[in-house]
């Protein structure tokens, strides 16, 4: 199919990525909505990467622009609407895909600089955009919010600060969704599992001087659906399928993407 989100307009946030082999899962989402019709506004604290990611775009004909933002300061998230109104005169989807994890560890371990940072960064990152962006689809009593969480909310794992951040916004999203059905939003959720993108082998790869190939070949095994890692095109086609009439009757959905890593619970 093509064509599901023509004419619609997508405010990417986090649409950039970290610099590695492989494509992130905002710049997989960014362009995967042009290819759909959406004129995307792609938003990055990085320009240089939010940049990268409108050239791509826009070098199979679809229609973006960039934006640097922080997504965890208000007035920022005030400006990505301005200028999504400004140059898309509508917005009808927010797709919030910016989360960190660095200096996490666990319950006895966890610096409290590191537990403030991964909590604030997580979840302002969600609040705010949505925040600023609801006015709009209430306005027009339709459209689509997507955040991006983890498996981490469900399953196991010694990272407690960024367990707890998204497990926060799957509760966010819930009440969000409840919250603003009656002006025809409909909010949703994808959980990633373990994804082959660049903030995670890169980022694990430096922290644990662990080498990638190894790297990859332990989180591939740790993966039921085939033993390999999803890529920044699963997330990105759930996310399309959130986005589309297809899920017209969908919300307060915590979708897992994650090659049925999370049905081990239990």
């Not at 085939?226 to 086609?237: E, V």
């Amino acid at each position: 199919m093509t064509g599901r989100l023509e004419g619609r307009v997508a405010v990417v946030v986090g649409a950039g990525q970290t610099p590695g082999d492989t494509l992130g899962n905002g710049r997989a989402t960014a362009i995967l909505f042009a290819r759909q019709g959406a004129r995307v506004l792609v938003v990055d604290r990085r320009l240089d990467s939010a940049e990268e990611t409108v050239a791509r775009i826009e070098a199979e004909g679809g229609i973006a622009h960039a934006l640097k933002a922080d997504a965890t300061r208000e007035v920022d998230c005030r400006t990505m609407v301005t200028e999504a109104l400004d140059r898309f005169e509508t917005i009808d989807i927010l797709h919030n895909n910016v989360g960190i994890g660095d200096g996490d560890a666990g319950p006895a371990h966890l610096e409290e600089a590191g537990w403030d940072r991964i909590l604030s960064v997580n979840l302002k990152s969600v609040v705010l955009p949505c925040k600023h962006v609801l006015p709009v689809m209430r306005a027009r009593k339709r459209g689509s919010i997507i955040n991006i969480s983890s498996i981490a909310a469900i399953c196991s794992t010694p990272q407690v600060a960024y367990k707890v951040s998204k497990a926060g916004i799957n509760a966010y999203t819930q009440s969000l969704a409840l919250g603003n059905a009656r002006h025809g939003i409909r909010a949703n959720v994808i959980m990633p599992g373990l994804m082959e993108t660049p903030m995670a082998i890169e980022g694990i790869s430096r922290a644990t001087g662990m080498a990638k190939p190894e790297l990859i070949a332990r989180r591939n095994a740790q993966v039921p659906l085939g033993a390999q890692m999803g890529t920044a095109w699963d997330i990105a086609h759930a996310a399309l399928f959130l986005a589309s009439d297809e899920a017209r009757f969908i919300t307060g959905v915590a979708l897992p993407v994650d090659g049925g890593q999370s049905a081990r619970i239990g």
